[in-house]
């Protein structure tokens, strides 16, 4: 069975196009398992609940930003295994450094394509 | 002969003040560029409800996942998400609508996210009164979420003043 059928992943977007357009790319690639918050928060929340394979946040959210995220994922014993990929408008150095320190899988510049995401997700997780 | 655009509510006149401090101006226009980011949130919102529901009409989209969870739909407000396909005979309009409008959202979601990041940066300058002082760049990128607009603003090349020990600039 390929992995895109059995893959579970979290989007986490506060705007709803941006998660929207992120919906359409998984879906085009054959993802079907796909959880969405509009904050890390909530986000955190319901991993800590139940663990997915893969999260794809925000960087730039209101409260808890994409790496504050990544950072309680990777101190938390049910989600620090979580693979994680940051999507930011502004890719600078200085966030993709920290985000590297803090255990970040890949991160990927808005706007994407489809290709661009199924790209940056197999690198992750593999082949899908 | 002049006509009137019967359109919109009749507006009262607006005497306009024949000047006003620069200062005054900076933190109207810091206020002016927060409004727009505002409505340009309420088009997302909007913008958003319609990509889905065009994705949904054309069939995109499939069971609900995870099961026992209520609050996970894109945007949640638009409506929990069908778990059937789409049946109607605007099914393949829908479809082919999609693409279209994925390439104009990616445009109308950076356009939000500059707007965004404008209305922060004015707002920093309007906060800083009458200073003559220089900028850092980290507090201008610190404001800006989008690569693109970081480049435009912090590309011209200006120097700053030489400043005197209290800070206040020195004119030659």
Same mark, same amino acid.
């Given at each position: 069975?390929?992995?895109?059928?059995?893959?579970?992943?979290?989007?986490?977007?506060?705007?709803?196009?941006?998660?929207?357009?992120?919906?359409?790319?998984?879906?085009?690639?054959?993802i079907q398992k796909i959880a969405f918050e509009k904050d890390g928060?909530?986000? /955190?929340r319901r991993l800590v609940a139940n663990p997915v394979h893969l999260v794809l946040s925000d960087y730039n959210m209101p409260g808890m930003d994409g790496l504050s995220l990544l950072e309680a994922l990777r101190l938390n014993t049910s989600t620090q295994r979580i693979g994680f990929i940051l999507m930011t408008g502004r890719p600078d150095r200085e966030i993709i450094s920290r985000g590297?320190?803090?255990?970040?899988?890949?991160?990927?510049?808005?706007?994407?394509?489809?290709?661009g995401l199924k790209s940056c997700i197999e690198k992750v997780v593999g082949a899908l | 002969m002049f006509v009137e655009d019967g359109a919109g509510p009749t507006e009262e006149p607006f005497d306009a003040p024949q000047e006003i401090a620069p200062a005054v101006l900076l933190a109207a226009c810091a206020?002016?560029?927060?409004?727009q980011a505002a409505d340009l949130?309420? #088009?997302?919102?909007?913008?958003?409800?319609? /990509?889905?529901?065009?994705r949904r009409q054309s069939g995109a989209g499939g069971g609900k996942w995870p099961p026992d969870w209520t609050a996970d739909e894109p945007g949640g407000e638009e409506g929990a998400k069908s778990s059937g396909r789409a049946t109607d005979g605007g099914a393949p309009e829908a479809a082919a609508l999609v693409p279209a409008l994925v390439a104009d959202l990616q445009?109308?979601?950076?356009?939000?996210?500059?707007?965004?990041?404008?209305?922060?940066? /004015?707002? /920093?300058?309007?906060?800083?009164?009458?200073?003559?002082?220089? #900028?850092?760049?980290?507090?201008?990128r610190a404001c800006t979420?989008?690569?693109? #607009?970081?480049?435009?603003?912090?590309?011209?090349?200006?120097?700053? *003043? *030489?400043?005197?020990?209290?800070?206040?600039a020195i004119i030659s």
């Open positions: 069975m390929p992995l895109r059928n059995t893959l579970t992943l979290m989007v986490v977007d506060d705007m709803t196009v941006s998660r929207g357009l992120v919906e359409q790319a998984l879906e085009e690639m054959g928060a909530t986000a /955190l590297h320190k803090l255990g970040m899988n890949n991160f990927i510049s808005k706007p994407f394509t489809t290709l | 206020a002016e560029a927060e409004r949130r309420k #088009l997302d919102a909007a913008l958003g409800a319609a /990509l889905i529901a065009a445009l109308a979601d950076q356009i939000r996210q500059e707007a965004e990041g404008l209305a922060k940066v /004015l707002a /920093l300058l309007a906060g800083r009164g009458d200073s003559d002082g220089c #900028l850092s760049a980290a507090q201008v979420p989008v690569s693109a #607009l970081q480049r435009r603003l912090l590309a011209p090349v200006g120097t700053c *003043p *030489p400043q005197r020990r209290d800070g206040a």
